[in-house]
């Protein structure tokens, strides 16, 4: 099935640190969507985006719709402790014809120490 | 609101042996999905329904079943449990098409042994 290419894999940072993570496709999308997962927990979604170009906050986080339709990026700002978690990005296929469920990046293990 | 519920929330199978997963959402949403969760490979699409007595095939259907009776509940069946079934299992529901936001259960996690 359709791949997403999600970097970096794990991210060991400092508390306070700006964090940024990224989402690529060789096909177009018409949604990318950013999702957080705490342990034995399931994603919470963070933000999503639906216009090529869209840039888009939600509090110290902020994510945008690569212009080409092929590629996201997630930043978060000056990281806390309970940042810590897995981030997905996801993504409706511009050829999925609306139905189909998403297609999950692999995932970026944010680990934070203090 | 309790959104997105699933039971249970663990289970051991013996291989071979059958079980249902219950999703339920109280959001009135047309849209619910499963999806399974293993390690390195994220989510995946196992079946879909777009609305009550519906439903689709998705990335990875093969081993399981699903029915949508009423619209609140999607449940997914295993006949015969195989240990590469041993995963955890997330349901989703979207007010529209998978287009926009998807709401996720807290997961079930399933051993077969």
């Known amino acids: 099935g359709q791949q997403l290419n999600q970097s970096p894999q794990s991210m060991f940072i400092q508390e306070g640190e700006d964090v940024s993570m990224n989402c690529t496709s060789s096909s177009i999308f018409n949604t990318w969507l950013w999702y957080k997962q705490d342990p034995g927990e399931g994603p919470v979604l963070l933000i999503a985006l639906y216009k090529a170009g869209e840039l888009t906050s939600n509090g110290r986080l902020t994510a945008q719709f690569g212009i080409t339709r092929k590629d996201s990026f997630l930043n978060i700002s000056a990281s806390i402790p309970s940042d810590v978690g897995i981030y997905f990005c996801a993504g409706q296929l511009k050829s999925g014809g609306g139905a189909d469920g998403l297609t999950f990046g692999k995932g970026t293990h944010l680990i934070i120490q203090p | 609101n309790a959104g997105v519920t699933q039971t249970p929330k663990f289970r051991v199978l013996k291989t071979g042996q059958s079980m249902t997963l219950l999703c339920a959402q109280d959001?009135?949403?047309?849209?619910m999905y499963w999806y399974r969760q293993d390690p390195g490979m994220g989510l995946r699409l196992i079946h879909y329904s777009v609305g009550e007595g519906t439903t689709a095939k998705g990335e990875v259907p093969d081993g399981y079943n699903v029915s949508r009776l009423k619209k609140q509940n999607f449940l997914l069946g295993l006949e015969s449990a195989a240990p590469s079934q041993t995963s955890v299992y997330f349901c989703a529901s979207s007010r529209y098409s998978g287009s926009y936001e998807q709401y996720f259960g807290p997961g079930t996690r399933l051993t077969v042994t």
């Open positions: 959001m009135n949403h047309e849209y």
